[in-house]
Structure formats: C-alpha cells, structure tokens
C-alpha cells in the first residue's frame, strides 16, 4: 500500500464518516440509526489503522483496535440490549423538517472548513485536510442532539460527536498521547454505564425516552 | 484499423436503439427471478413493441398536434441524447458538440412535452400524473446538475468523453467528490427512471401512477415510441451512470478490436447493474409521494456534500 | 510521597465506602476519609511553601503555588461537607427520601468526585486534566439525580447532556493545543505537560492557539457556569441533595475556572497579545449581569443561591480576564471565600428546606426564632456573599473593582450595576426567611453546627486580619499568571 493510496483512501472513508453522520441526523428507526452509528465507528476504526500504517506511529493500531471494540461492539450492544428492555425499538421518531436540518447541516460543513482552514496551512500531515470533516462531524452530532427529542437519539448524537473528536485527534495530530486516549476511553466506558442507569430511570419516571416530557425546571415568570 | 467517428457513432446508435428493449427484458427476468416467478423470454419486449406497432392509433377527439407529435419528439429527443454518452467508444462527433448539461437540457424537452401531452386531452388523470412529474422534476433536476458538477470538478470538464477519460485513470473511485456523486446519482437515476421507490412501472393503479398516468391515452404505435424511448431512457441512464462512474474499458482508440472488447465489457457491467437495479427495487418499497422531496433532497445533499469535499479532502 | 497519599485516600476510601454501604458507620468513614485528605493536602502545602513548586511522577504531577492551595481549599470544603451531610442524609433517609443502596452510592461517589478534582488541580497533563474533569461531571450526574424525582431526573440529564457537550468541545480545544505543541516539543506525552507548554509557549503558533481558546472557552466555561451556557447549572444545584450543591457550587465551578486559567496563560504566552483576557472578561461581566437579573424572580431558593453562584463566577473570569496584579490578586481571593461562603450558605440552606420540608422561599420563614444558628448563619452568609464589609468577599470584591476602574473603567458601570442587583434581590428574598414567626409547619431540628461556623469565621478572619502566608501564597500565585 504506497503513501499516495493511504491518503486518498483515508480521505475516502473521512467522506464516509461524514457520510454517516449526515444519514444519522434523518435517520427516524433506532436500529437503523444504531447500525449506523456502528459503521462510523467502523469507518473511524479502519481509517486509524490505515493512518497508522501510513504514518508508522504504531500506538495508532491501539487506538484502532479500541475504537473497533468500544465504537463498534461494545457501545452498540449495550444500546441494541437497552432498546430491547426498554421495548422501544419499534418507535419511530418524528423528526421535522429534514431538508432545513440538512441546509444546516451543509452550512456546518462549510464553516468547519472555514474554521480549519489556519491548520490546514500550518499541517505537514497527510491528513491535514481530514481534521474539516471531523469538526464537521463533531459540529452534526451537535445537531443532531439539538434537533432530536429523544433520550437514546440524544445519546448516540453524543457518542457520534466523541467520534468525531478522535477522528480529529488522529487527523490534526496522528493521536493523542496514549495515556490520553486511554483516559477518554474510559470516560466514555462510565458514560455509558450511566446513560444506561439514565434510560431505566427515564422510562420508569415518565413513561416515555421522548426528553420533551422533562419540561418542569423552567424559569418562572 | 481505425474506424470513422461517424460510423462508430452510427453502431452506437443502433447499439441503443437494440440493446434498450433487451436490457429491460434482462431486468423484468431478473426481478421475476428474484421474486421466484418464472419470468417472460428475455425478447418479450421486442415482442411487446411489435405488437403496438401493427396496431392502429385511436385517438382522443380533442387530441392537438402536441398529443400527436410528442411520441416522435420524445423517441427523437431520446436517440439524440444516446448519442452524446460515450456508450462503446469516447471518441464520438456529437460528444463533443454537446456536453453533459445539453443532455440534461435534451430530457427535460422529452419530459415537458410528455407532461404537455399529459395534459391535452383533458383526462384528470393525466392531469395529476403530469403536475406530479413536474413536482418530482423540478427537484430531481437540481440534484441532478449538482452531481454532475461535483463530477466535472473532478475532471475538469463537462463533456462526458473527457470525464470518461480522467475518471478512468488513476484511482478515482476512491475520491469521496465521485462516491459521494456517485450515490446523488443512483438517487436521481431511480427518480428519473421511474423505478421504485418513487415510481412503479409495473402498475396502473390510480393513485401511485406518476408517468403511466401522462401516456394512459396513447396506443398503437405512440404507444410503442413511447415505450421503447422509456426503455431507452433506462439503459441511458445505466450506461451514463457506467461512463461517469465506471468508465474503465470504454474504448478510446477507435480500432475495430478495441469496439468490439469494448461492447463486450459494456455488456456485462450492464447485466451487472441490471442485477443490482433489482436488488435496490425488491430491497425498498415505494413511497409516499411527499415522501420524494426527502429522497430528492438527499440526492441534493450527497451532491453538494461530493463539491464540498472536493475542496475539503482533494 | 505526600502527593500520591493526598490522591489516593479518597480513591480508597471511595472503594471501602462503596463495600461498607449503609452500616452505622458510613458517614463517620467518609468524614474520616475526607479528614485525611485535607490532612495530606495541608502537609502538601506546607512543603511546596518552604521548598517551593515541585514536580512528582515522573512529570506526571505539577505542584505549584495555584494549585496547591486551591487543593487545600478542595480537601478543607469536601471534609466539612462530610460533616454536614452526615446529619443530612440521616434525616434524608428518615424520611425516606432515599434508600440504602442510594447511601452507599452516595458517599463511593462523593469520595470519587475529590478524587475527579484533585486530579484535575495536581495533574500537569492537559490531557489529563479534561480527562479527570470528565470524571467529575460523571461522578456527580447520578447524584444530582440521588432523589429520582421527575425535576431530579430532568436536571441530571440536561446536566449530563449539557456538560457532555461542552467538555467535548474543550476536547477538541485540547487536540488543537497539542498539534501546536507537537510542532515546538515533538509528538508524544511531553508535548501536553503543562510545566513543558508554558516554558515555550511564546513559540506555539498564535492563530491555533487563538482557536484553541475559543473551544476551551466554550467547553470548560460550560462547567464554570458562564452565561450564555449556564442552563445546566441552576436546575442540577436546586434538584440534587443539599451536599453535593454545597460541593458543586464551591468547588466544582473553582476546578473548571482553574482548568480556564491554566490554558489562559498559555494562550497569552503564545499571542502576546490580549486576546483570550477579553473573551473571559465577556463572558464574564454577562455573566454578572444575567444571574443577577435571574436572582430577582427566582422562588426556589437552592434555585437562587445557584444563580448567585453563576454571578461570582462571572465576576472571578471577568477578574481573571482583566489581568494585572490586582485583578489577579483579588480573583484568587474571591475563588477562596466565595467557596468558603457559598458552602456554608447552602448549609444552612440545607437545614432550612428540611425544617419546613420545602425549598419554596415564600413557605420558610422565622427561621431566626426557629433556629439562631440557621437563621443567623444564613443571614451572616448573605452578608457575606454580597460584599458587606468586614467579610472576605467585601476585600475581593473591592480590589477587583478599583483594578477595574483602572484597567477597564467602561466595564465598571455594568460590574457595579450587577453587584447592586444581587444585592437587593439578595436582601429582598432573604430577609423575609430569616425574620418573622415561627409558622406551623416549621419543625425544629438539630443542626450540623461545626461546618457552617467554621467556614463563616474563616470567610470573617480573612476579611479582617489576612494571614502573611495566605498573602504570599497569593503573590507567588499572582506571578506564576502574569
């Protein structure tokens, strides 16, 4: 695999990774959107090794095989076992407005790239140009989180935007020092431990994962 | 030995205007297959177009010259348009005159006057098949012109000879401008087309019917123009989706040797996307109409995102 | 030595508490458990005094004159809250508000958030710290949510969200801070080592730092509580138990502020110019002037004291963004004694909403008649929090507001506008509460003395008498920031 194939490929799949991230924000059915946030961790798993390779920083291979059994086993298994007990894997969310979510969406892209565009000047990197997509996908999930009313959507939202920040860590800078990623790694482990915990108690208070119902605490006129 | 443009033009005309009826006989076969039914030969559409050919025309009293004249419009429109897609062979006269955003211009004549004809004899239902054509049109379209410049960005060009030449070197299918294209296109293609999940060819029922219910009053021969120029619009579709996307093995020299290895590696990519036609169209049932605006503006959205990481990641 | 022994008491007493569950005895172990920290944190303190800043692990742990007292300051809070919670949450179970399995989760968890925090002060490892920041957020949104009421439930999950987001953003900051640093020390775990970063941070590519600040701005501000994103902060403080708004308000905020600041200086080494000090004193003095605003039509009273919360720290970034000495000077001060004070308000906060079962502030009153050491303590505090001379806060408040005049004399109409707002919402909800009969639904109950007076004598001998070590301290402190 010669430097010129890693890069081009490695951008093919920072197009995926968008990709997916876009997909997530219309997508109305839990186990499509599941199966969806697992391709990400998917394509972000590859797509680190295949930096790794390219750039012969090894400890990449580590974060690789992390991302592959956290992003793509672990985290949506426990979410497939949540949907299943908590019996809401029929529902289907209402989402309005898809094309306005999406124009936002697009808008986003594109102030990403304005945004990165001082990095992409100062990089030597192959894959300097890889950090705009993942702003971008940090910035979707973000959206995504604002736009979906639903406590499980908000989460998996969460989880695409820590996605996106590894994603950015591997482009700007080839990875974080190890013992950071470990360390984000865990954090991400207790997260969802306790969303978990949040789900049952969620459901058990309100009859319902729908967060509009949480309207209680509100600044009284 | 080198064969005259004009000639190879010539074959790749007659390549159209014959292989159109076949390739959708091999997609009914597949999908009967699919389905686990026993399909019909994979010549019954050449029977089909006989048939409507021996029988007469019965017109509508009030029909105008545009319900008499469309068939021949849009079968013309359509050969003209199999012209400038490098099918066999890059190196064509017409390619050249006309690039891609004519041949857009060329099906957007054949689909004004269809919905015109639509119209003109006052049926509701071709009336509601008509506004619902240009409903999806006046989206479709759109999309449609952005993936073809997120392509041209690519190659620099948007004539189709020349993305066929720059796409077929190098590794382009890699580049997330041309997947990210390439999927606006598949989108677009199923819509303009009329295949599931936005349209159904198969059926006549009233309410789902888009571009069945504008051509519910023709028969006999307009009936057959109209037929087979919706076959050809299929396979251009197809073989447009090869040339931009998949273009390796399209000759470029103009030899007889090359022709012919040429026709023979279009065939299989064609048999090939027949296959996969049907895997998407038994995969998805159809929508809702107000439903397309979503599909469409997804097909919008793939386009501008491969321009946008055109720039972002190439 | 004294370092890993300060980190790892609460870390073991957060496992033994975690196994001891609801014997007899667990409340007496966490205030042990803490004890000890605030023990290891003095003895730290004594020897980064007389032998000056100090480097452990391998670099892996900074010690120096700013950290190490908001350290003390951490242990000293988190031991005194050990002693009021263990009244409160006995009666807390009384009523059968909670659980014993809700008991041992609550002390493991309390023990696991100083941990979270004094790892975020000791840590020299950018990295590190967003990830023990993380940490803390994470240990406290099951707390907030202790009662599982459906507003408990609600403000823990726009916590978690809220938080979730903003530290993801201070994330990113952090990957932009490493790819400068990357480009001056070289890849790998030195290049994130604060004590590295600040030795060279006049070579760190400015227009990347900049940038970098905007998202750590965002991210760690979002924990601090600064206005426009300070939603989480009023509805985790009113709905969670009493003690963990004590420890949030005090020491929570301190830690996110600290994180700010360390990355401030930074940001300043790098583009001379300044940059960073403006944005924080924007979020600053909007900060001031929207709580307390807020102040005014609030009627839940953990609920209020929340927003003041919000208002001292946007006067601490607006301090800490104006720089100089002074301004310097007076916002470490003012981090000090608004923790110490707000602590002991929510104290006898605490004491209150349990006498009359409400944390409705038209439903508390008498509580002077009912309970001196509440009614006073609460009406002492409120004085003290503020600004009235002779408390601490009158001293912090004062010398940020004259370094204001003089570096910034157009933020000072605003800094005062909003000081004067706080002041007579305070007054207004509060004298009410503290005066009056006793109403009929006011029970009597027996009340953590120790904490609340020990917090107010300190936050009173500050403002009158500052000790010449405290002095120092903050002078030193003063220096490491220019």
């Not at chain 1, 009313?149 to 939202?157: K, Y």
């Not at chain 2, 159904?200 to 006999?220: C, D, K, R, V």
């Not at chain 3, 823990?156 to 932009?176: H, P, R, S």
């Not at chain 3, 502030?361 to 008649?369: A, E, P, S, Y």
Request: charge should be neutral; aromatic fraction near 10%; charged fraction near 10%.
């Amino acid at each position: 695999m010669s430097y010129a194939f890693a890069a081009q490929l490695n951008s093919l799949l920072a197009a995926l990774i968008l990709l997916t991230a876009f997909a997530m924000l219309v997508q109305r059915r839990m186990y499509a959107l599941l199966h969806l946030f697992a391709w990400q961790g998917l394509f972000l798993s590859i797509s680190t090794a295949v930096v790794g390779f390219a750039a012969q920083s090894h400890h990449l291979y580590i974060s690789s095989v992390l991302t592959l059994a956290i992003k793509v086993i672990l985290l949506p298994y426990i979410l497939h076992v949540l949907i299943r007990k908590l019996k809401i894997h029929r529902e289907v969310e209402t989402i309005v407005n898809v094309p306005t979510t999406m124009l936002i969406g697009i808008a986003l892209v594109i102030f990403s790239y304005h945004l990165t565009a001082p990095i992409r000047e100062l990089s030597t990197l192959m894959t300097k140009s890889t950090l705009a997509v993942a702003l971008a996908t940090v910035m979707l999930g973000l959206l995504m989180m604002i736009t979906r009313r639903h406590a499980v959507t908000q989460i998996i939202g969460f989880l695409a935007m820590e996605n996106g920040l590894f994603f950015a860590a591997t482009s700007a800078t080839y990875g974080m020092p190890l013992v950071v990623e470990l360390g984000v790694a865990l954090d991400i482990l207790i997260a969802a431990f306790i969303f978990g915990i949040f789900f049952f108690h969620i459901n058990t208070t309100f009859d319902s994962l729908d967060v509009d119902q949480m309207a209680r605490l509100k600044e009284e006129d | 030995m080198k064969v005259h443009p004009l000639l190879i033009e010539l074959i790749q005309v007659f390549v159209l205007l014959f292989a159109a009826p076949l390739f959708a006989g091999w997609v009914k076969m597949v999908k009967c297959w699919s389905q686990g039914r026993t399909s019909p030969s994979l010549l019954q559409p050449y029977r089909d177009l006989c048939k409507l050919f021996s029988k007469d025309v019965a017109l509508a009293e009030n029909a105008s010259w545009i319900f008499r004249s469309t068939p021949y419009l849009v079968f013309g429109v359509t050969v003209l348009a199999g012209g400038i897609i490098p099918i066999i062979s890059v190196d064509l006269p017409l390619s050249a005159t006309a690039d891609v955003i004519a041949l857009v211009a060329l099906f957007a004549i054949a689909r004004f006057f269809t919905a015109l004809a639509g119209m003109d004899i006052g049926t509701s239902f071709g009336g509601m098949g008509s506004s619902r054509e240009m409903t999806i049109a006046s989206l479709a379209e759109p999309a449609m012109l952005m993936a073809i410049f997120a392509v041209s960005l690519a190659s620099k060009s948007t004539s189709l000879s020349q993305m066929a030449i720059v796409v077929s070197q190098g590794y382009s299918i890699l580049r997330p401008s041309l997947a990210f294209a390439l999927l606006a296109f598949i989108l677009i293609a199923l819509t303009e087309t009329g295949r599931v999940p936005v349209d159904n060819p198969a059926t006549h029922l009233e309410l789902t019917m888009i571009h069945e219910a504008m051509i519910l009053e023709y028969s006999g021969r307009h009936l057959a123009l109209i037929e087979w120029a919706k076959m050809m619009k299929l396979f251009l579709f197809i073989t447009l989706g090869i040339a931009v996307f998949f273009p390796w093995g399209i000759d470029a020299a103009g030899g007889a040797a090359g022709l012919a290895s040429s026709f023979l590696i279009m065939s299989l990519k064609l048999g090939i996307s027949g296959v996969g036609l049907v895997l998407i169209e038994t995969g998805l049932a159809k929508m809702r109409i107000f439903r397309v605006t979503e599909f469409l503006g997804s097909a919008f959205l793939f386009a501008t995102l491969g321009m946008l990481s055109f720039f972002i990641l190439e | 030595m004294i370092l890993l022994v300060l980190l790892c008491v609460p870390l073991v007493a957060s496992l033994a508490l975690a196994f001891i569950g609801d014997r007899k005895f667990a409340p007496e172990v966490n205030i042990l458990g803490s004890a000890a920290t605030f023990v290891a944190g003095i003895a730290l303190a004594l020897e980064v005094y007389h032998h000056g800043p100090m480097l452990a692990g391998d670099k892996f742990f900074f010690v120096d004159a700013f950290n190490v007292y908001l350290a003390v300051l951490t242990s000293f809070v988190s031991m005194t809250t050990a002693l009021f919670s263990r009244r409160y949450m006995r009666r807390e179970r009384e009523h059968g508000t909670i659980g014993h399995r809700r008991i041992r989760f609550y002390h493991a968890m309390f023990q696991l958030f100083i941990f979270a925090m004094l790892l975020c002060l000791l840590t020299n490892n950018v990295g590190v710290l967003w990830i023990a920041m993380e940490l803390a957020t994470l240990s406290t949104v099951l707390l907030v949510s202790l009662y599982r009421t459906p507003s408990a439930i609600e403000a823990a999950w726009k916590y978690f969200i809220l938080c979730g987001v903003g530290i993801a953003l201070a994330l990113f900051g952090t990957v932009l801070l490493y790819f400068a640093a990357e480009k001056v020390l070289g890849a790998g775990g030195e290049a994130l080592l604060w004590t590295n970063l600040s030795q060279v941070s006049d070579q760190l590519e400015p227009t990347i730092l900049s940038l970098a600040f905007v998202f750590l701005m965002v991210g760690y501000g979002t924990k601090v509580g600064l206005v426009p994103v300070h939603n989480w902060l009023p509805d985790a403080h009113s709905e969670g138990p009493t003690p963990i708004s004590a420890v949030l308000s005090g020491l929570l905020l301190n830690i996110a502020l600290y994180a700010l600041v360390r990355c401030k200086v930074l940001v300043d080494g790098s583009t001379g110019t300044h940059h960073a000090g403006n944005i924080m004193m924007g979020f600053g003095i909007l900060s001031v002037i929207v709580a307390s605003f807020s102040l005014l039509r609030q009627k839940d009273i953990k609920r209020m004291f929340a927003y003041s919360s919000i208002e001292h720290m946007g006067i601490t970034t607006f301090a800490f963004g104006l720089g100089g000495p002074v301004a310097t000077f007076g916002a470490l001060l003012h981090m000090l004694v608004h923790s110490l004070t707000k602590s002991a308000i929510f104290f006898t906060v605490g004491h209150a909403s349990q006498m009359h079962r409400t944390q409705d502030m038209d439903r508390i009153q008498g509580l002077i008649r009912g309970n001196p050491l509440v009614g006073w303590g609460m009406t002492f505090g409120v004085m003290a929090i503020v600004g009235m001379p002779p408390f601490g806060v009158f001293m912090s408040e004062f010398l940020i507001l004259t370094a204001t005049i003089k570096d910034a004399p157009l933020m000072a109409p605003f800094l005062l506008l909003g000081l004067g707002v706080t002041f007579a919402a305070l007054f207004r909800k509060v004298q009410p509460m503290v005066t009056g009969e006793v109403p009929p639904h006011q029970k009597f109950l027996k009340v953590a003395h120790v904490p609340v007076l020990l917090h107010m004598f300190l936050v009173l001998g500050i403002g009158i008498y500052m000790p010449k070590f405290l002095a120092d301290w903050f002078h030193t402190a003063v220096g490491l920031l220019k």
